[in-house]
């Protein structure tokens, strides 16, 4: 606490600049959109309420995430950040990325400033060998064309070590030397707000020129770190329950009646959730390159999460439940709430739904008409029977359901409904699929879909960061089919249920195809 008033004491004078954006620096390939508005939020809120005005950010700094979705120069936008700056595209394997400065436009054609520090390091210590380097590339992705005047700038991050290290004395004396040493570029030492103050000037300059920086439209693609996307795959399904938990618990929360008082204790827990969730999602957490005692503290984070979700879901619930003549409800794809008079099933989704749902079923339970009795791989039943729901809605189950007759047909080597017709082969491959509504067929022939193919993940290095170019190159079809069993034979749905070897693996798979629908689902075990 002592050295943090130092630090605001600081930021008053401003000698200390508080910034980067979010509330902390995220993977942004794996998260969600909403996760992301989210760092933002919560981060603008902690800045301005330790600095005042003074922490109003304009910047997103992003140095060491491994690449950038399309997504957010209009997220950026949205909420007040004009600069969007990183080191991490200098690492691109193959293809260089080729500009410092340049217009990056999202999918919306929303437009912020980047800049791609080309001193390519944020550990620099502003050594001549360092600052060379930085003008090199800085002169490399830089057109001719745009260089009018003096206007031609980059920044220099600088701090001693990889985690958070600032300033040394050498760092900030070799800067002092480098304004007056023939050779070396000017350096001005100032904050980020001011360059980013400056790059904004920089462009209209250039515009009353008729001249711009270059566009850059879509994903800032990193060519390296491909492997982030699937290291540790367990924590990928964490985050997006996580996510999809906690935005169901406040649709049922702001959705429902409104109460006397607002919810406070409940949104408080949901603000300390989203938080946990934020918190990991940093970029070496979320992509899977950490150490283990990350994940156990990860694991427990998401538990709490999940635990604060379920509660205030609960609760919500209960209020509307209160409150309307109709029970209320859950989302229809974790389950139905029993009230005293029926059943009903939520859609937090923006459009209307027909569905199938699935219920707990007892033994000795009569079979609905128009429903379908399955068995679930534990030995127990299920009831399976189509919901109709309106956008953002909740609606009774007795009497959504109804008597199908339409065509749905399975045998071992094929399943088929009044829109689809899909075949296998003797590798439970689909060898051919036919949509009869089109009336053509959807795959290339001698390309069959559902192929299950290993390949070999021996990276060069960063084992848990990296696919290789070239992994292709050691690739085995899984081939070995035990058996193909059909499982499900009704009203609303047939499955066929194959059974595969590979190496020490045992592999079982469910192909699922509905009455009236091209949806195919595939249940991969």
């Given at each position: 606490?002592?050295?943090?008033?130092?630090?605001?004491?600081?930021?008053?004078?401003?000698?200390?600049?508080?910034?980067?954006?979010?509330?902390?620096?995220?993977?942004?390939?794996?998260?969600?959109?909403?996760?992301?508005?989210?760092?933002?939020?919560?981060?603008?809120?902690?800045?301005?309420?330790?600095?005042?005005?003074?922490?109003?950010?304009?910047?997103?700094?992003?140095?060491?995430?491994?690449?950038?979705?399309?997504?957010?120069?209009?997220?950026?936008?949205?909420?007040?950040?004009?600069?969007?700056?990183?080191?991490?595209?200098?690492?691109?394997?193959?293809?260089?990325?080729?500009?410092?400065?340049?217009?990056?436009?999202?999918?919306?054609?929303?437009?912020?400033?980047?800049?791609?520090?080309?001193?390519?390091?944020?550990?620099?210590?502003?050594?001549?060998?360092?600052?060379?380097r930085g003008e090199k590339n800085y002169r490399e992705t830089t057109p001719e064309t745009l260089?009018?005047?003096?206007?031609?700038?980059?920044?220099?991050?600088?701090?001693?070590?990889?985690?958070?290290?600032?300033?040394?004395?050498?760092?900030?004396?070799?800067?002092?030397?480098?304004?007056?040493?023939?050779?070396?570029?000017?350096?001005?030492?100032?904050?980020?707000?001011?360059?980013?103050?400056?790059?904004?000037?920089?462009?209209?300059?250039?515009?009353?020129?008729?001249?711009?920086?270059?566009?850059?439209?879509?994903?800032?693609?990193?060519?390296?770190?491909?492997?982030?996307?699937?290291?540790?795959?367990?924590?990928?399904?964490?985050?997006?329950?996580?996510?999809?938990?906690?935005?169901?618990?406040?649709?049922?929360?702001?959705?429902?009646?409104?109460?006397?008082?607002?919810?406070?204790?409940?949104?408080?827990?949901?603000?300390?959730?989203?938080?946990?969730?934020?918190?990991?999602?940093?970029?070496?957490?979320?992509?899977?390159?950490?150490?283990?005692?990350?994940?156990?503290?990860?694991?427990?984070?998401?538990?709490?999460?999940?635990?604060?979700?379920?509660?205030?879901?609960?609760?919500?619930?209960?209020?509307?439940?209160?409150?309307?003549?109709?029970?209320?409800?859950?989302?229809?794809?974790?389950?139905?709430?029993?009230?005293?008079?029926?059943?009903?099933?939520?859609?937090?989704?923006?459009?209307?739904?027909?569905?199938?749902?699935?219920?707990?079923?007892?033994d000795s339970a009569a079979v609905p008409e128009g429903a379908q009795a399955v068995d679930n791989?534990?030995?127990?039943?299920?009831?399976?029977?189509?919901?109709?729901?309106?956008?953002?809605?909740?609606?009774?189950?007795?009497?959504?359901?109804?008597?199908?007759?339409?065509?749905?047909?399975?045998?071992?080597?094929?399943?088929?409904?009044?829109?689809?017709?899909?075949?296998?082969?003797?590798?439970?491959?689909?060898?051919?699929?036919?949509?009869?509504?089109?009336?053509?067929?959807?795959?290339?022939?001698?390309?069959?879909?559902?192929?299950?193919?290993?390949?070999?993940?021996?990276?060069?290095?960063?084992?848990?960061?990296?696919?290789?170019?070239?992994?292709?190159?050691?690739?085995?079809?899984?081939?070995?089919?035990?058996?193909?069993?059909?499982?499900?034979?009704?009203?609303?749905?047939?499955?066929?249920?194959?059974?595969?070897?590979?190496?020490?693996?045992?592999?079982?798979q469910t192909i699922y195809l509905y009455h009236d629908s091209k949806r195919i689902d595939f249940?991969?075990?």
């Amino acid at each position: 606490p002592g050295l943090f008033d130092q630090i605001k004491a600081r930021v008053a004078e401003g000698r200390w600049e508080p910034g980067g954006g979010m509330w902390i620096e995220p993977d942004v390939n794996c998260v969600s959109g909403e996760s992301l508005v989210r760092q933002i939020l919560h981060g603008e809120r902690w800045w301005r309420s330790r600095f005042g005005d003074k922490g109003r950010q304009r910047f997103l700094y992003l140095p060491d995430t491994f690449g950038f979705g399309s997504n957010l120069p209009q997220i950026m936008q949205l909420a007040g950040l004009d600069t969007f700056i990183t080191n991490k595209l200098h690492w691109s394997a193959t293809n260089r990325f080729p500009h410092t400065t340049f217009v990056w436009q999202g999918i919306d054609g929303s437009e912020v400033l980047g800049h791609n520090t080309p001193s390519a390091d944020y550990n620099a210590v502003n050594t001549p060998k360092e600052l060379r380097r930085g003008e090199k590339n800085y002169r490399e992705t830089t057109p001719e064309t745009l260089a009018i005047d003096e206007r031609s700038r980059w920044l220099q991050p600088f701090g001693y070590g990889d985690g958070g290290g600032g300033a040394t004395d050498w760092s900030i004396r070799f800067a002092e030397f480098s304004t007056r040493c023939e050779g070396l570029p000017r350096v001005k030492l100032s904050t980020a707000s001011a360059f980013c103050d400056e790059l904004a000037r920089d462009r209209v300059h250039l515009q009353a020129c008729g001249k711009d920086f270059p566009f850059v439209r879509g994903e800032l693609y990193l060519e390296l770190h491909r492997g982030t996307l699937t290291t540790q795959g367990w924590i990928k399904k964490a985050n997006r329950r996580a996510e999809e938990s906690l935005r169901l618990a406040e649709l049922l929360l702001v959705g429902g009646p409104r109460a006397a008082s607002e919810p406070v204790r409940e949104r408080a827990a949901l603000d300390e959730a989203w938080k946990l969730v934020l918190l990991n999602q940093f970029h070496d957490i979320l992509p899977g390159s950490s150490i283990w005692q990350v994940y156990a503290d990860n694991n427990a984070d998401h538990a709490e999460v999940q635990r604060i979700g379920q509660e205030v879901r609960d609760t919500a619930t209960a209020a509307l439940l209160a409150a309307d003549d109709r029970p209320p409800t859950t989302d229809h794809q974790d389950a139905a709430v029993a009230s005293p008079s029926s059943m009903v099933v939520l859609n937090s989704l923006p459009w209307p739904r027909s569905e199938p749902v699935l219920l707990p079923l007892a033994d000795s339970a009569a079979v609905p008409e128009g429903a379908q009795a399955v068995d679930n791989v534990d030995g127990t039943r299920a009831l399976l029977l189509e919901a109709t729901v309106p956008s953002y809605g909740y609606a009774p189950l007795a009497g959504t359901e109804r008597v199908h007759e339409a065509m749905l047909m399975v045998s071992k080597t094929s399943l088929e409904n009044a829109e689809l017709r899909l075949e296998l082969d003797e590798n439970g491959e689909i060898a051919r699929l036919y949509d009869k509504i089109a009336g053509r067929e959807l795959l290339v022939a001698g390309a069959p879909a559902n192929q299950l193919v290993a390949y070999e993940d021996r990276p060069m290095k960063w084992d848990a960061w990296d696919i290789d170019i070239f992994y292709e190159d050691r690739t085995e079809k899984v081939e070995c089919v035990h058996s193909i069993k059909i499982t499900e034979q009704g009203p609303l749905r047939v499955a066929l249920d194959i059974k595969r070897e590979y190496r020490n693996s045992r592999i079982r798979q469910t192909i699922y195809l509905y009455h009236d629908s091209k949806r195919i689902d595939f249940d991969t075990w």
